[in-house]
């Protein structure tokens, strides 16, 4: 995939540069692999804090954000660390990108994408013509298939 295909960016509010960038590279080399020949996503955003404070500042929330087609897909982890909230949340946001996908390549289970029989024996049902008989016989039909 070319380089201007994906765009990626990472906001932080208190990492220092070097955390920041080995976060980036670490989110653009799974984004990238994830996104593979794969034309949905055409980009990703990424944001880490720090939401907490008290006894529990030490939280980290990642919230990472996929721009795709059809609909957009969104994860958030919290962790001690930001490293290990990035990556519990890419893989929550590749599990929901890998599932859609899946059910995109399924598009005959999808409604007016039924198998032909099932539409035939629909149109029979829907035009009224059929009588008991002949709604059997479209029944066993269906049962053979």
């Known amino acids: 995939m070319e380089e201007l ?14 955390a920041e960038y080995d976060l980036y590279t670490q989110a ?20 880490v804090r720090r939401p907490a404070s008290g006894e529990s500042a030490f939280l980290h929330e990642v919230t990472v954000v996929i721009y795709s087609r059809p609909e ?9 660390s930001p490293a290990m909230a990035l990556k ?13 996908r899946e059910k995109l390549k ?13 539409e035939i024996g629909e149109a029979y049902l ?13 029944e066993e039909e269906l049962e053979d298939v």
């Open 5 to 18: 295909d994906f765009t990626l960016e990472l906001n932080s509010e208190d990492l220092n540069k070097t």
């Open 28 to 47: 653009e080399e799974r984004l990238l692999e994830l996104t593979g020949d794969h034309k949905d996503m055409t980009g990703a955003a990424i944001n």
């Open 72 to 80: 957009h897909i969104a994860a958030t982890e919290k962790d001690s």
């Open 88 to 100: 519990g949340a890419l893989d929550a946001a590749e599990r929901q990108v890998r599932k859609r």
């Open 106 to 118: 399924e598009r005959w289970k999808q409604p007016g994408n039924l198998p032909v029989e099932q």
């Open 126 to 138: 829907a035009a009224g013509e059929d009588t008991d008989e002949e709604l059997d016989a479209v």
